[in-house]
């Protein structure tokens, strides 16, 4: 079972190569807050990332826990049990954890938790806990749980009968039935810097491996050792039912506590006010080779920032620009060194600045900025409040017009060539599975919105295989080979056309459009793929096989703690109807953690693993680890393939290239916009 720790190694290295330092957590063998098996009701510090390597005398595994809110703790477990009905269980199940109330006085702190929250299977079970320190160091923790946290010592059905049979499928109506049981146990955070000791009570009789396996616990009663030898890093070591030992390491890093401090680079510009009395004559403006000359003297400016310019329009009190901001990663703070830089080199009779980012050939949100205000505000207690609410939004148009300034970037050649770490949760008989690629991109713009792009992969190392025989070709793959057409359709509807090989099994069209007004925190999409399956082993050749997939979408910036929802319902590529639901926490620095699910009507036996499609991903902004100004980030994705739920992987979807842009994400980020 060692191997489970050595395969899934890299991601987790990945991790702790961006491992910031943590506050003190105690962390269970589940990868969660808790004591040894059973939980406590602490949860994990907010923004804070796990992932833990565990291996007992029952399973081994591994875990992705991540503080979805401040109270609400989530996991993604992939699990082996050896012996299981004659063979292996391989399983993969979502946890989750509220903490109802925070320990004050002489109450405990309370929690209510779901393991294997989507079905009724082999892990599920629901609990309720609470957590007292005492003094000392010493916490005290108590709770009840069901289904497998009710299998020991049973105090009787509370709340009605549970289902007796193991569901495959999503089931709801198992919530706290059937026989429950107490658990408890200690935690002594001891004088030795970063060393706790354990005791528990288990409620949890093993019932399945007993049954299915050859296991026989001789105790409900586990003791175990934590040691933090540095912060970032968490190990245990325990003595459990009785009869095994078990182990646990666990990487660990936090969005809210970057590895180094930023690096700013230089001070902005200072702000030059006018004089008052100052010239107000728009004569300057008549005379073509002046606003020529006020545009190139620009250019150089804006580039020192990471700025490039693509469309000027000058008149004699006001600027319209369409910028790209290729290195800060916040366009707030791109945006206030344009509005300094400005206030510098115009001149005076301009008053009205108008700045609209431009991402991936889509212009997104226009920002127009008082020059006065800009002069009023600066270096005053409230510029940052101040400054917000002066500033107007409005969705922007998709080019200036024939009338404005257009720089010659075109056509425009670029290329990358990265590294990339796929894990798949359930793989070709393994809980878990990972592939080390190199990936090659490149991408030719012929003009604004049009451009072909190409990417390639080798697969240097991989133990996924999804038998489908396209994770199998020893040689490189054609993950892309397209013509991209992106556009808007007016100036709060964005548009995008791909054809050609859209990815690694799937050539063909791919359609979409994106209502989504700038003032407003949700928008509808939809997108429609004609596709024909590519043949497996062929660098171009196609199969027979012909399908299409129509979805509608639905989009909400909740403004709550950086949490998004996504909703996409229709048909999938093999002709199953459902639905995915997707959650993502983001944060102004760059860093996102997303996780979804996707269920359809295919019945459970033919969808493929896990039942139901599910996964999480972890972004993590280069910017976090080093002391950079850059855009550029990494990301770790887990995830269970199957035969249902599967869309063409397009990557270039609207949503994800124009989200930041909205009056929501500016002002959770304005704070940099006088950096």
Do not use: C
Request: no cysteine.
């Amino acid at each position: 079972m060692m191997h489970i720790l050595f395969r899934t190694l890299p991601a987790g290295l990945m991790l702790m190569s961006a491992t910031a330092a943590t506050a003190d957590a105690s962390f269970s063998l589940n990868g969660t807050a808790g004591l040894i098996d059973m939980p406590t009701a602490e949860v994990l510090p907010d923004g804070e990332t796990a992932w833990t390597f565990t291996q007992t005398g029952t399973m081994s595994g591994g875990t992705m826990a991540f503080q979805l809110l401040p109270n609400l703790e989530t996991a993604v477990h992939f699990t082996t049990v050896d012996e299981w009905l004659g063979g292996t269980l391989y399983d993969q199940n979502l946890d989750l954890k509220y903490k109802i109330m925070d320990e004050s006085g002489y109450f405990p702190s309370l929690a209510i938790g779901f393991r294997d929250f989507l079905s009724n299977g082999a892990f599920s079970s629901e609990y309720i806990v609470a957590t007292k320190n005492v003094g000392f160091g010493l916490a005290v923790t108590g709770g009840i749980g069901w289904g497998r946290l009710g299998s020991y010592n049973s105090i009787g059905t509370v709340f009605g009968p549970r289902a007796a049979s193991i569901s495959t499928g999503v089931d709801f109506n198992h919530f706290f039935r059937g026989d429950a049981a107490f658990f408890g146990g200690l935690e002594w955070d001891t004088p030795v810097d970063g060393l706790s000791l354990k005791a528990e009570y288990s409620s949890d009789a093993y019932v399945g491996e007993q049954i299915y396996g050859s296991f026989s616990p001789k105790s409900p009663f586990n003791f175990g050792v934590d040691y933090e030898p540095f912060e970032g890093i968490s190990m245990g070591a325990y003595y459990n039912y009785g009869t095994d030992f078990g182990f646990r390491i666990t990487l660990s890093g936090n969005a809210n506590r970057p590895i180094v401090a930023p690096d700013l680079g230089t001070g902005p510009v200072p702000v030059n006010p006018r004089p008052q009395g100052y010239d107000r004559s728009i004569v300057w403006a008549n005379n073509s080779a002046a606003q020529d000359a006020i545009v190139k003297g620009l250019i150089p400016l804006f580039e020192a920032e990471g700025v490039v310019i693509e469309e000027v329009r000058v008149t004699g009190n006001s600027i319209d620009l369409y910028v790209q901001n290729t290195k800060m990663p916040m366009t707030t703070k791109a945006v206030g060194r344009i509005t300094r830089m400005l206030s510098v080199a115009l001149p005076h009779s301009v008053e009205i600045f108008r700045i609209t980012p431009v991402s991936s050939s889509l212009a997104t949100t226009t920002i127009e900025i008082k020059r006065s205000d800009i002069e009023a505000q600066v270096e005053r207690p409230n510029a940052g409040p101040d400054s917000f609410r002066t500033t107007q939004f409005s969705d922007a148009a998709y080019s200036l017009g024939d009338a404005a300034w257009k720089r010659d970037i075109y056509p425009d050649f670029s290329w990358s060539l990265n590294p990339r770490i796929p894990v798949s949760l359930s793989s070709g008989g393994s809980a878990a599975s990972f592939d080390l690629l190199v990936n090659a991109s490149a991408g030719y713009r012929i003009s604004r919105g049009l451009s072909l792009n190409a990417s390639l992969t080798q697969k240097v190392y991989g133990t996924i295989n999804t038998g489908d025989g396209f994770s199998d070709s020893k040689g490189p793959s054609l993950d892309r080979l397209s013509a991209d057409y992106l556009f808007k359709l007016n100036p709060s509807t964005y548009a995008r056309v791909s054809a050609g090989y859209l990815d690694r099994k799937y050539g063909g069209i791919d359609a979409e459009v994106l209502w989504k007004p700038t003032n407003q925190n949700w928008g509808l999409g939809f997108e429609l793929a004609a596709v024909q399956k590519r043949a497996p082993g062929s660098f171009l050749g196609f199969g027979d096989a012909q399908t299409f997939s129509a979805h509608a979408s639905i989009y909400w910036d909740t403004g709550f703690h950086g949490l998004e929802a996504q909703v996409d319902v229709g048909r999938y590529l093999a002709g199953d109807l459902g639905s995915t639901v997707m959650l993502s926490r983001r944060f102004a620095n760059g860093w996102e953690v997303a996780g979804f699910v996707t269920v359809t009507d295919m019945p459970f036996a033919d969808f493929g693993e896990g039942n139901f499609s599910k996964g999480i991903s972890v972004t993590i902004p280069l910017r976090w680890t080093m002391p950079l100004e850059t855009r550029s980030s990494t990301s770790i994705s887990l995830g269970t393939s199957g035969n249902g739920g599967q869309r063409v992987g397009v990557g270039n979807r609207l949503y994800p290239i124009i989200r930041d842009y909205d009056v929501l994400d500016l002002r959770e980020t304005w704070g940099a916009y006088w950096q």
